[in-house]
């Protein structure tokens, strides 16, 4: 019912956008740099200064110790081009709250987690170079890397500390087709992440040490009205138990040229994990 609920109030912020009117300058510059979708990253990096501020309401996450995580977590992201023509990117990515319920999984007895953190969120410094762009060549593509660690401890109701230390390395690659004259943009982007010395977040079983991916490709529609439309397939593995696979139907509103909201919800199966669901909620500003 979160979830659902979640994803209604974002409906009715979309509809009341309606009063604002794209124009064919703005619809262009659309479609070469933001209606990026949730998971995909655009492959052309962002052209001025990004905020995005998003929430995420989950069900059924799986962790060393616990099982059935149901919550929400909050995160906080800074984008900086720089460079020559804007080739490079620097993210920022800080998770700041987490709470929500969940079963331990050795006696079943339900707990309380929460904590000024992310569950494999971490906060990460991640730095993306363009390798190509659709005016010189058929695509848009780039690469990044990043380094990040645990912000904060989750901690639980019955004495217990979650995430209360971790590293993660990531490597990444996105590629698009965006151009100012294609009104359907598609996209794929592939997330790796490596986590070292970390603590009862491992998915599949109890190591310090373990890998995730993830693998989108979306499709977004850059349509002539108020509400452009997206769809994304993501598949998540940790190359053990965790492997799931998600459809994601969404919504991105541009209100005017520095504010974007966009919502989706993502629904699926985990051989892992079983059903999974989350909510998203994003606002987006630019400077």
Known sequence: MKLLSSFLVFLLLCFASTAFADDSDRKAQQNLYELEPIYSRNARNAQRITVNLTYDNFRNVRLE????????TTTAELIIPFGKEKKWEARLEIPFYTD????????????????????????TLVIQRELSRADE????????????????????????????TGRVFRLGFNIDNAREDRDIRLQASVDGRYYYDSDDINPS?????????DLSVAAVYNAEGFIKPAFEVLYSTDFNDRQII??????IVPICNNLELKGGYAFGHSDGEGSTQTATVRTTFRF
């Not at 110790?65 to 919550?71: M, T």
Request: glycine share 12%; with cysteine.
């Open 137 to 164: 060549c058929p695509v848009n593509s780039s690469v990044y890397a990043g380094y990040g660690t645990r912000t904060s401890r989750l901690d639980t109701s019955i004495d217990d500390e979650y995430n209360h």
């Open 100 to 123: 929500g319920d969940a079963r331990v999984i050795e006696t079943g007895e339900s707990i309380d987690i929460d904590g000024n953190g992310g569950v494999f969120d971490f906060a």
């Open 205 to 213: 079983d109890d190591g310090d040490e373990f890998y995730l991916m």
């Open 246 to 251: 998600q459809a994601v139907p969404q919504l």
């Open 65 to 72: 110790e616990a099982e059935d995580f149901d919550g929400y």
